[in-house]
């Protein structure tokens, strides 16, 4: 929202000398954020003058220019003449016509310094502007004839103080929970609230007035969660409009301010009122209107043609304004074409009406349909203030567009438009929420200050809130605003105390350990989107399973919720490796999700109100399975050159390492055993087990996976699903061994199997036969070739022994170990290799 402070100051005191940083302190302050200052990029010196003659040169190029003496002061100075030769390019102004000078050294948006230059054989002294240069609009189709603002001013007279470009506007973010704020009305009352100036609320400036007699009537015939789309329309009508009477230039200066156009006067004043008060208009050709208004739900296969051209085709749930020849706007979102005020307007209905929310904001992101008035109804406007801003327009008309008051005109109100639910509020809610201690007598000070009406009772105040407060709706909320205004600054910092057998969870706390111990040992977290492509999701998942769609995916082709982490990284390594790093180790813990039965349910829960514990099951079984995984991939050198030290790449060895690192940290032991997967390099791909369970994978990608994300051909990764590692281990604590104070026992042995057998299942057997002298068997080497027959390999293991109560001798540890290999014999056909 930005706010014009020189409009701002006609509804709430401004201190002298203030400066648009005070006023933006003050509202963040109460709750507002600050966002940026606007200016109206103008400088001096810009002038009132008045064109004295002109002679029309036609150039070569087929252009003819005006080469023009303005008079731009009442008389001659040292160093600035009175009478100035401006070179023009626009045919539109008489002699005799005041005009907008911009002399040398002014800057008009852009910027666009203005100096005197020679052009067409002349030397400008200056430039003649027009609406546009000077940031009052969009009209560049001429200069700027001060007699079309109905301006008559004495040359010389400053241009920039007299057409409103000297003001400054301050722009704050409104949450949507306070679209009071969307409007002058109520930034002023907030900076009120944050200083305590003197408020005078706009909408109680107005003189009431009265219209009947054309017809309104309101049939919802299907109301949204029970709520009557439409509880309040007023109507007023003006007769004599003259559509092509100027707009004044303080309007179009604060309209431009405020971030708006000017379109024409009757336009420029529903917006400017809408502005003003935050209860957006629409105004009709009157002489177009067939009959009386309607307004209803729309019809299937009806269609509308919006202001903006386009033909809509409509839904039943849309609300609809229309007449005896059917839809003429969205209420609420936009009025139809049909209807639309033109230059031959000479009668104005005016309408200002209460839409419910709901039904607004689904009808403009169905059509995808964004205006100034959809946002302020979406988020819920005051429908008390409808008839006075009504009455404003009215009188804007009359003053501006030289319009007459009407007796036509109607007031349709339901019953309960505008009653607000009465809220207890006890006397110690505001401590115990808060910690501020606030007497019960300041407290109602500040819920009347905010427009509540306050009961005192024994337990503490009865509040009923204000119309254009739809949001306190409970006495946290009405806690919010007394702490607010009392001063968020009030609020104590103490350190809450954990109360005793709180804290982490087991699995909370592990999955920090895991992150915490890859961020130690070397890799880099990142987060990335979790939206994939279908593609990815198949190559990286399941490939029958495409992964859970998005219904409005910001890319068509990335439409998928991720089923693997592994996408994602790919994705941070590309924009990374782009941006010219050359080696990575990355890592991302996270959600995917997991497609299983019927996802979404048949209707979407009222989000106004606590779903049913029926609702909720329903709601979380129809979600996808949410298991959280972690991943890391590696690419590049691992080791970088140095002097006396060469490149080292990044391998297998360093995912698998990782993924050590992460088991550590889950407590668990892990068995990688050989298998073949289309994303991954035929050899170095393993999957994960824990106690047998399948948690994970583990490769080096294919080449040509890598290429086709323009990454290193030699990419190495791990996933692992953590979510299913703890399930696995289970809630048990872990046992700690004790640690024993006799050497270990050395030794190793090579077998020769099967090339199809896998070491994973091989190092199973010899453990088994091993028994529990055994402490630890690592695979390391895998050899085929010469000694070695076709079809077989060498698996060397590397076995460590250790007792617990006594040195072990050779002799045990042969004893031992033969019996393993005995075990894969029998087993595997294993022979020792020789």
């Not at 301010?257 to 629409?282: C, F, K």
């Not at 979404?600 to 909720?616: C, H, Q, R, V, Y």
């Not at 690592?778 to 040195?807: C, E, I, M, Q, W």
Request: hydrophobic share 40%; proline share 6%.
């Amino acid at each position: 929202m930005r706010v014009p402070l020189s409009w701002l100051a006609e509804y709430v005191e401004l201190p002298e000398g203030v400066t648009p940083e005070d006023v933006h302190e003050s509202l963040v302050s109460v709750g507002l954020e600050e966002e940026d200052i606007h200016r109206c990029e103008v400088s001096g010196p810009i002038v009132v003058g008045e064109v004295v003659e002109f002679v029309e040169e036609p150039q070569s190029n087929g252009k003819t220019i005006r080469w023009c003496q303005v008079k731009v002061a009442a008389k001659d100075t040292k160093d600035n003449p009175a009478l100035r030769g401006i070179v023009c390019g626009a045919a539109n102004f008489h002699v005799g016509d005041l005009v907008v000078v911009s002399l040398p050294g002014a800057v008009l948006p852009g910027p666009f310094p203005i100096s005197a230059r020679k052009t067409y054989g002349h030397v400008s002294d200056g430039m003649i502007a027009s609406a546009k240069e000077l940031g009052l609009g969009e009209d560049h189709s001429g200069i700027l004839r001060l007699v079309t603002l109905g301006i008559d001013a004495p040359v010389g007279t400053d241009a920039i103080a007299l057409l409103g470009l000297n003001d400054v506007a301050i722009e704050v973010n409104v949450t949507p929970d306070r679209g009071y704020a969307l409007s002058m009305r109520g930034i002023a009352r907030e900076y009120h609230h944050a200083t305590g100036a003197t408020f005078t609320d706009p909408a109680q400036r107005v003189t009431p007035g009265t219209g009947s007699g054309f017809s309104i009537t309101l049939s919802d015939s299907a109301p949204l969660r029970g709520v009557d789309g439409c509880q309040v329309f007023i109507t007023r009508a003006v007769e004599n409009v003259d559509p092509g009477a100027p707009t004044p230039a303080f309007m179009v200066a604060r309209l431009a301010l405020a971030g708006m156009r000017s379109i024409s006067l009757p336009v420029d004043i529903t917006n400017y009122v809408m502005l003003e008060m935050g209860q957006p208009i629409h105004a009709y050709d009157l002489d177009t209107l067939r009959e009386g208004i309607i307004v209803r739900r729309a019809k299937a296969g009806e269609k509308l043609v919006t202001l903006d051209e386009v033909t809509r085709t409509l839904d039943p749930e849309d609300l609809l304004i229309t007449d005896a020849s059917g839809p003429i706007g969205l209420a609420g979102v936009m009025g139809g074409a049909s209807t639309e005020i033109s230059e031959s307007t000479s009668r104005v209905l005016v309408e200002a009406a209460w839409f419910d929310p709901v039904s607004i904001a689904r009808t403009q992101r169905r059509h995808k349909l964004p205006s100034e008035a959809s946002k302020r109804f979406a988020r819920g406007v005051d429908p008390v203030v409808a008839e006075a801003a009504a009455e404003r327009v009215v009188e804007l008309l009359e003053k501006y567009a030289g319009g007459t008051r009407s007796d036509l005109g109607s007031r349709v109100i339901q019953d309960g438009a505008g009653a607000m639910p009465t809220i207890a509020l006890a006397h110690t809610a505001v401590l115990s929420l808060t910690g501020i201690e606030v007497c019960p007598e300041e407290t109602a000070k500040t819920l009347v200050d905010i427009g509540a009406a306050v009961e005192k009772t024994d337990a503490g105040f009865n509040v009923t809130p204000p119309s254009w407060r739809p949001d306190l709706v409970d006495a946290p909320g009405l806690v919010e605003e007394v702490a607010r205004i009392v001063g968020y600054d009030k609020v104590p910092s103490e350190l809450p105390i954990a109360p005793a057998g709180t804290g982490l969870t087991a699995h909370q706390a592990a999955k920090r350990r895991v992150a915490n111990s890859l961020a130690a040992w070397g890799m880099t977290e990142v987060l990335s989107y979790p939206f994939v492509s279908e593609a990815d999701n198949r190559l990286f998942g399941d490939a029958d399973v495409p992964g859970v769609a998005l219904e409005n995916a910001l890319d068509s082709l990335v439409n998928r919720m991720r089923v693997s982490l592994i996408p994602g990284l790919l994705g941070v390594a590309h924009r990374n490796v782009s941006r010219g790093f050359t080696s990575l180790g990355i890592f991302e813990a996270g959600l995917v999700f997991l497609p299983h039965g019927q996802l979404g349910t048949p209707s979407i829960p009222e989000g106004a109100t606590k779903p049913s514990d029926s609702t909720l099951t329903e709601l979380y079984a129809s979600t996808p399975e949410q298991p959280w995984k972690v991943a890391g991939l590696f690419l590049g050198p691992a080791v970088q050159k140095s002097p006396g030290l060469g490149e080292l790449g990044s391998s297998i060895h360093d995912a698998i390492d990782a993924l050590r690192v992460v088991a550590n940290a889950l407590g668990a032991q892990i068995v990688l055993e050989q298998i073949s997967h289309p994303a991954f390099h035929p050899g170095r791909c393993a999957r994960v087990l824990v106690r047998g369970v399948d948690v994970g994978i583990v490769g080096e990608l294919l080449p040509s996976v890598a290429r086709e994300r323009d990454i290193p051909s030699r990419v190495s990764v791990f996933d692992i699903d953590g979510d299913r590692v703890l399930a696995t281990l289970g809630e048990a604590p872990h046992e700690a061994h004790p640690l024993s104070v006799f050497p270990a026992a050395t030794q190793d042995v090579s077998l020769v199997v099967d090339a199809s057998l896998s070491a994973s299942e091989v190092r199973a057997t010899l453990t088994e036969g091993v028994g529990e002298l055994l402490e630890s068997l690592t695979v390391v080497d895998d050899y085929r070739g010469d000694g070695v027959p076709d079809g077989h390999k060498s698996l060397t293991f590397a076995l460590r022994f250790r007792a617990a109560n006594r040195t072990l001798t050779q002799a045990e540890a042969t004893e031992a170990k033969d019996a393993g290999v005995a075990l894969a014999a029998q087993r595997h056909g294993a022979t020792l290799r020789a």
